[in-house]
C-alpha cells in the first residue's frame, strides 16, 4: 500500500481562521473606541494609544529578539491589542513615561515572562493598568474632561479666539457617586446631578479612553459577536450578574445605592466585559464554565464598588477570576466524544 495514514493532534477543525486574523478582527472592534476618544480628548488620546501600542511592539519584539531568541510574532496583533486596551484604560493626560512602565509591565511582566501569547494566565493589559494604579494612584485618577477636541474644532469653525481652560479636569461618575456616599448624602442627589442616559450613550463625561461612548463599546462588541470572535457567554453572565447584584441593593436601600442600569453605562464595566473579560488565553474554554466566570467577575466588581476603596472594580475582579481559570476548566470539562453515559 502506497498510502500512508497520517495520524495528527487535535482538533481537526478546517476553518478559514487564524490567530492573526482573530487579533486584527479584535483592532478593528476597537476603532470605534478610538475615533471616539480622540473626538472626545483631543490629540492626547492620540499620542496615549501611540506611546502604548508603539512600547508594547518594541517590548516584545525586543524579549523575542534578544532574550528568547526566538521568532519575532508582533505582526500577529496581540501585542496591538494589549497597547490599545492599556491605553483605554488610563486617563488622556497621563505622562508618557507612565504610560511606557504600564506597557512594559505589560508585556514583559504578564505576557512574555509566561512564553507569549496563549500561555499568559492574566490579562497583560489589565495587569499593566492595575500595576499603574497601585504605583501611580494621583495619575491614574486625574481625568480629563470630555468634548476638548469638539469645542477646539467649533471655535475654529466659528471664529472664535478664547482660549480653552487650563483646569479641565474632573472626577468620573463613580468617583462622584461613591464621594457623595462617603459624605452621606443621599444617591438620589448625587446622580441628579449627573449627565442622563443619552449623553452617557454618547460620551459626555470624565473616565479613561475607552470607557466614554457606550455606544462605540456596544459597535465593537457586537462586531466580534458577528465574527464569532467572542460568544454571549461571558459578557451577558458578567453584567447579568453585576445588574442582579445591583438591583437587590438598590431594591434595599434606594437612597444608599444607585439603580443598576448606572452600574452599567458607568466606568469600565461595558469595556470590561466585552473585550477584556473574553479574552480567550484567561477565560475558560467550556460554555459553561465562561458562565460561572463571567457571573464571578460581575459578582466581585459589585463587591468592590459597593464596599471597597475603590470607585471601580472590573480589573481586580477580572483578574481575581483570571486566577481562577485553571480551577474552572478542570471542574466544568465538556463531555468526550463518544463517551457512553453512566
Same mark, same amino acid.
Given at each position: 500500500?502506497?498510502?500512508?495514514?497520517?495520524?495528527?493532534?487535535?482538533?481537526?477543525?478546517?476553518?478559514?481562521?487564524?490567530?492573526?486574523?482573530?487579533?486584527?478582527?479584535?483592532?478593528?472592534?476597537?476603532?470605534?473606541?478610538?475615533?471616539?476618544?480622540?473626538?472626545?480628548?483631543?490629540?492626547?488620546?492620540?499620542?496615549?494609544?501611540?506611546?502604548?501600542?508603539?512600547?508594547?511592539?518594541?517590548?516584545?519584539?525586543?524579549?523575542?529578539?534578544?532574550?528568547?531568541?526566538?521568532?519575532?510574532?508582533?505582526?500577529?496583533?496581540?501585542?496591538?491589542?494589549?497597547?490599545?486596551?492599556?491605553?483605554?484604560?488610563?486617563?488622556?493626560?497621563?505622562?508618557w513615561?507612565?504610560?511606557?512602565?504600564?506597557?512594559?509591565?505589560?508585556?514583559?511582566?504578564?505576557?512574555?515572562?509566561?512564553?507569549?501569547?496563549?500561555?499568559?494566565?492574566?490579562?497583560?493589559?489589565?495587569?499593566?493598568?492595575?500595576?499603574?494604579?497601585?504605583?501611580?494612584?494621583?495619575?491614574?485618577?486625574?481625568?480629563?474632561k470630555?468634548?476638548?477636541?469638539?469645542?477646539? +474644532? $467649533?471655535?475654529?469653525?466659528?471664529?472664535?479666539? #478664547?482660549a480653552?481652560?487650563?483646569?479641565?479636569? &474632573? /472626577?468620573?461618575? *463613580?468617583?462622584i457617586?461613591?464621594?457623595?456616599?462617603?459624605?452621606?448624602?443621599?444617591?438620589?442627589?448625587?446622580?441628579?446631578?449627573?449627565?442622563d442616559?443619552a449623553?452617557?450613550?454618547?460620551?459626555?463625561?470624565?473616565?479613561?479612553?475607552?470607557?466614554?461612548?457606550?455606544?462605540?463599546?456596544?459597535?465593537?462588541?457586537?462586531?466580534?459577536?458577528?465574527?464569532?470572535?467572542?460568544?454571549?457567554?461571558?459578557?451577558?453572565?458578567?453584567?447579568?450578574a453585576?445588574?442582579?447584584?445591583?438591583?437587590?441593593?438598590?431594591?434595599?436601600?434606594?437612597?444608599l445605592?444607585?439603580?443598576?442600569?448606572?452600574?452599567?453605562?458607568?466606568?469600565?464595566?461595558?469595556?470590561?466585559?466585552?473585550?477584556?473579560?473574553?479574552?480567550? +488565553? $484567561?477565560?475558560?474554554?467550556?460554555?459553561?464554565? #465562561?458562565?460561572?466566570?463571567g457571573?464571578?467577575? &460581575? /459578582?466581585?466588581? *459589585?463587591?468592590?464598588?459597593?464596599?471597597?476603596?475603590?470607585?471601580?472594580?472590573?480589573?481586580?475582579?477580572?483578574?481575581?477570576?483570571?486566577?481562577?481559570?485553571?480551577?474552572?476548566?478542570?471542574?466544568?470539562?465538556?463531555?468526550?466524544?463518544?463517551?457512553?453515559?453512566?
Amino acid at each position: 500500500m502506497n498510502t500512508i495514514l497520517t495520524i495528527s493532534g487535535s482538533p481537526h477543525i478546517h476553518s478559514k481562521e487564524s490567530v492573526k486574523k482573530i487579533m486584527w478582527s479584535v483592532v478593528i472592534a476597537m476603532i470605534p473606541m478610538a475615533v471616539t476618544s480622540v473626538l472626545f480628548f483631543g490629540w492626547d488620546a492620540l499620542r496615549v494609544m501611540a506611546v502604548s501600542v508603539a512600547t508594547c511592539l518594541l517590548v516584545e519584539w525586543a524579549i523575542q529578539k534578544f532574550l528568547i531568541k526566538t521568532t519575532t510574532t508582533i505582526n500577529d496583533g496581540s501585542a496591538v491589542i494589549t497597547g490599545m486596551l492599556l491605553a483605554f484604560n488610563v486617563p488622556s493626560g497621563l505622562d508618557w513615561w507612565i504610560n511606557v512602565i504600564g506597557a512594559i509591565v505589560a508585556i514583559g511582566v504578564a505576557k512574555m515572562s509566561f512564553g507569549g501569547l496563549g500561555k499568559n494566565p492574566f490579562n497583560p493589559a489589565l495587569v499593566g493598568r492595575v500595576f499603574l494604579l497601585v504605583s501611580f494612584p494621583q495619575q491614574m485618577t486625574i481625568w480629563p474632561k470630555a468634548n476638548v477636541l469638539i469645542e477646539e +474644532t $467649533t471655535q475654529v469653525i466659528t471664529g472664535a479666539t #478664547q482660549a480653552l481652560p487650563d483646569a479641565t479636569t &474632573g /472626577a468620573t461618575p *463613580m468617583e462622584i457617586i461613591k464621594g457623595g456616599i462617603i459624605t452621606g448624602r443621599d444617591v438620589t442627589d448625587v446622580v441628579a446631578q449627573l449627565p442622563d442616559y443619552a449623553q452617557f450613550l454618547i460620551g459626555q463625561h470624565g473616565g479613561s479612553l475607552g470607557e466614554m461612548s457606550v455606544i462605540a463599546i456596544l459597535l465593537g462588541g457586537i462586531f466580534m459577536l458577528f465574527r464569532k470572535i467572542i460568544t454571549w457567554h461571558i459578557p451577558v453572565s458578567f453584567l447579568g450578574a453585576a445588574f442582579i447584584f445591583a438591583a437587590i441593593m438598590h431594591w434595599i436601600d434606594p437612597s444608599l445605592y444607585i439603580p443598576p442600569m448606572y452600574h452599567l453605562i458607568f466606568g469600565g464595566m461595558l469595556l470590561g466585559a466585552l473585550f477584556m473579560a473574553t479574552d480567550m +488565553t $484567561t477565560s475558560p474554554m467550556n460554555p459553561l464554565g #465562561q458562565i460561572v466566570f463571567g457571573i464571578g467577575c &460581575g /459578582a466581585l466588581t *459589585m463587591v468592590i464598588r459597593l464596599w471597597g476603596a475603590y470607585p471601580e472594580g472590573v480589573s481586580f475582579a477580572i483578574l481575581i477570576m483570571n486566577a481562577f481559570v485553571p480551577l474552572i476548566n478542570k471542574g466544568f470539562k465538556p463531555k468526550k466524544f463518544g463517551k457512553i453515559k453512566k
